[in-house]
């Protein structure tokens, strides 16, 4: 608990006795603030309300009576800011293995202990008492994390991306969200509306987007066509067909003549197969 947060308590406990350190006060009149108390919980820092037992209560007055608004603080623990949950022995080879692979997740370094602790004649269901995120804030506290040992796991695979800008436009349709629709006959009905758009593989740049209310084959011509109009023909255009059958239309496959072409007059339109992960990830 900080400095700030003990403060708090000493404030919030004082102002739940203030009314009753008036020496004048009856019988009565401190019978009636603790009906008033039940009847009103308060609201500590921690922002949850509850209600203090009269023992409470009187025990404040008391601590407040002879120590001041200090003894209203709560007390440091005496073993603050030391490891209580975890032995030190398990504790040595949890940063020891953190250190050796900055990486290795809580989880597999409780695994590793757990593997570890019997050769060493500790008890493994200590490692099993361990909470995670306990083991977590222990690291963090000495700056036993990926992010202070600056060291970043090592990437095994790299996704393929297009070499430059305009090198391959990939197009991809996705649900949208359900808009109103009324009609005299259904005046709450709401249709589900689909988003498509045509992005530049290299820059993730969306070079032209709509919603509409169905995803085919005419609206992607047309978004096809306003992309090349703003941004010029790319070299190549990937057309997923794993969602939409409707890509499959001699107008934007070449056969109606007005697919995209390089600067050959070449056609340069791809279009997926089906069950492929190609355009997986963009």
Not at 257 to 270: E, F, I, K, L, T
């Amino acid at each position: 608990m900080t400095n700030a947060e003990r403060e708090a308590w000493a404030l919030f406990r004082y102002r739940l006795i203030s009314p009753l350190l008036d020496p004048a006060l009856t019988p009565g009149d401190r019978a009636a603030y603790h009906q008033f108390v039940v009847a009103h919980p308060p609201t500590p820092p921690t922002g949850v309300p509850f209600l203090p037992s009269a023992r409470s209560l009187r025990r404040y007055q008391a601590t407040y009576r002879r120590g001041g608004l200090d003894a209203l603080r709560p007390q440091r623990r005496a073993d603050g800011g030391t490891r209580r949950s975890i032995p030190d022995p398990l504790w040595d080879q949890a940063a020891l293995l953190k250190r050796e692979a900055p990486q290795r997740s809580a989880t597999q370094v409780c695994a590793l202990l757990a593997a570890w602790a019997p050769t060493v004649g500790l008890d493994p269901a200590a490692v099993g008492r361990i909470r995670r995120a306990t083991l977590y804030r222990q690291w963090h506290q000495v700056g036993l994390t990926r992010r202070h040992l600056a060291v970043a796991a090592p990437k095994r695979y790299r996704r393929w991306e297009a070499p430059s800008p305009g090198a391959l436009w990939q197009s991809d349709v996705m649900n949208g969200p359900w808009i109103p629709d009324p009609t005299a006959e259904e005046p709450t009905r709401t249709r589900a509306t689909y988003c498509l758009v045509f992005l530049d593989d290299y820059s993730r740049r969306v070079v032209a987007g709509r919603f509409a209310w169905a995803a085919d084959a005419a609206l992607l011509e047309a978004l096809l066509a306003a992309a090349v109009a703003q941004w010029g023909a790319p070299e190549r255009v990937y057309c997923d067909l794993c969602r939409s059958r409707d890509y499959a239309d001699r107008s934007v496959t070449g056969d109606g003549g007005r697919a995209p072409r390089d600067r050959a007059g070449r056609h340069n339109h791809r279009l997926s197969r089906k069950a492929k992960s190609e355009s997986a990830g963009r």
